[in-house]
């Protein structure tokens, strides 16, 4: 039998003689079904395959890993302000309803609480800029510095709110903006 290709979308045309032959079908329904169970194949471990190409970071650019890492950060704040806040008020608060009122968290629970909010507000701004540059493809380096600097400066911002350093923090602040708009004018460029 001569070697013929046989062709369909979606799918990569393949040899008929390399197949094996497992039953005597005509030579029009062998490379039709053969040809189906390639890209039925073919489908299914790519299907497989995803997640892991996505946590071996093959399917994800710079800004998505530094968005997820991102995410990762935020579930710091979060965990860190809720047990320092916890070490403040007591375990029997935490588990409480909250309906009373209580004082204002001082020390490293109010700071790291602050830096939780202002994580909070900066960080929906930043995974839109993001999203954008992935949805219309805009991958550059002004993104990929703007979203280190962003996540980078994000770190360095809890760290010295959490110590207490008050200029030098607020300078950090600044780098982390200067990330998030360095991924928002490449947008617009």
């Not at 979308?9 to 029009?28: D, K």
């Not at 954008?132 to 600097?149: F, K, N, R």
């Not at 010295?160 to 780098?175: E, H, I, Q, T």
Request: aromatic share 10%; with cysteine.
């Amino acid at each position: 039998m001569a070697h013929s290709r046989v062709k369909r979308v979606g799918c990569s045309s393949a040899p008929i003689s390399s197949f094996p032959q497992e039953t005597e079908v005509e030579p029009i329904q062998r490379s039709a079904v053969h040809n189906n169970s390639v890209c039925n194949r073919r489908w299914l471990k790519a299907m497989l395959l995803w997640p892991l190409a996505i946590a071996i970071g093959i399917a994800m650019t710079l800004e998505l890993k530094m968005l997820a890492f991102s995410i990762v950060l935020g579930l710091v704040h979060i965990v860190l302000a809720s047990h320092a806040a916890s070490l403040q008020r007591g375990y029997v608060w935490t588990a409480s309803s909250r309906d009373k009122a209580v004082p204002a968290l001082t020390g490293v629970a109010g700071r790291l609480a602050r830096a939780l909010q202002n994580f909070v507000e900066t960080f929906p701004l930043f995974a839109a800029a993001v999203l954008i540059a992935h949805v219309t493809a805009t991958h550059s380096s002004m993104t990929e510095w703007g979203v280190q600097l962003y996540f980078w400066g994000r770190v360095t911002y809890l760290a010295l709110y959490a110590a207490g350093v008050f200029l030098l923090r607020s300078l950090v602040w600044n780098v982390a903006s200067l990330g998030a708009v360095a991924s928002v004018v490449e947008i617009f460029r």
